[in-house]
């Protein structure tokens, strides 16, 4: 079974600017949850997805929007980019709550 | 926010010792997991206890969860080289929705 896949996988950006991640889960999970990686605030939960709805959102601004699709894909959106957006975005998918979850190799996005 | 804190933050050891890690968290839980690092990339999961287990193996893999003290420590045994990587807890809330809410972790060294 292929695991989670993330594109891209690295990403430079500029500030002001807009970047949109991709996530695929395992097939046959419908839950897909994003997280950010960052050297001074570790893993922090930015959202999660359980068909097609948002079911959980962590404490970011609003510049922070997903989204998942009827075949499980998500897509997170962070607008108006700020130098310290740049982290490690993780994307993890299970087969549901109480589940172990499975990530993706992330998506690297330096924001200069 | 990160749920609690693991100690110790680093941890060198020599190939065949055992590595303990130690993981606090703040509010009640309905699982916590234990997953690997490996030097920026994306996680993987070694495993998960719920709530009611007090103790559980896999491999060279043994977790504990006190929930009276609301702590967990996972211990590889017997480690190798390839076990060098951060480690971290992440636990899944009362409410158990898919919101992981991770450790700061633990780096562990395992020298050859």
């Known amino acids: 079974k292929a695991g989670v896949t993330q594109t891209p996988r690295y990403l430079i950006k500029t500030r002001g600017q807009q970047v949109t991640l991709s996530c695929s889960p395992i097939s046959g999970h419908r839950s897909v949850s994003w997280y950010q990686q960052t050297p001074g605030q570790g893993l922090q939960f930015l959202f999660e997805y359980f068909s097609e709805t948002q079911r959980n959102k962590g404490n970011f601004p609003g510049r922070f929007s997903g989204r998942q699709f009827s075949n499980s894909r998500s897509e997170m959106n962070v607008s108006t980019l700020e130098l310290g957006d740049s982290a490690l975005y993780l994307c993890?998918?299970?087969?549901?709550?109480?589940?172990?979850?499975?990530f993706g190799p992330g998506t690297r996005l330096t924001v200069t | 926010s990160q749920q609690g804190e693991e100690d110790p933050q680093a941890l060198s050891i020599q190939e065949g010792e055992n590595a303990t890690m130690n993981c606090s968290y703040k509010?009640?839980?309905?699982?916590l997991q234990w997953y690997r690092q490996n030097s920026g990339r994306g996680l993987v999961h070694l495993i998960l206890i719920r709530s009611n287990e007090r103790e559980k193996h896999s491999g060279r893999l043994r977790v504990t969860l006190d929930t009276s003290k609301k702590s967990s420590s996972l211990l590889i045994t017997a480690s190798r080289a390839a076990d060098t990587a951060s480690y971290f807890c992440a636990t899944i809330g009362s409410s158990n929705t898919g919101k992981l809410i991770f450790g700061q972790g633990t780096t562990l060294q395992v020298k050859p």
């Open positions: 509010t009640s839980i309905n699982n």
């Open positions: 993890a998918s299970n087969l549901g709550t109480g589940y172990e979850q499975y």
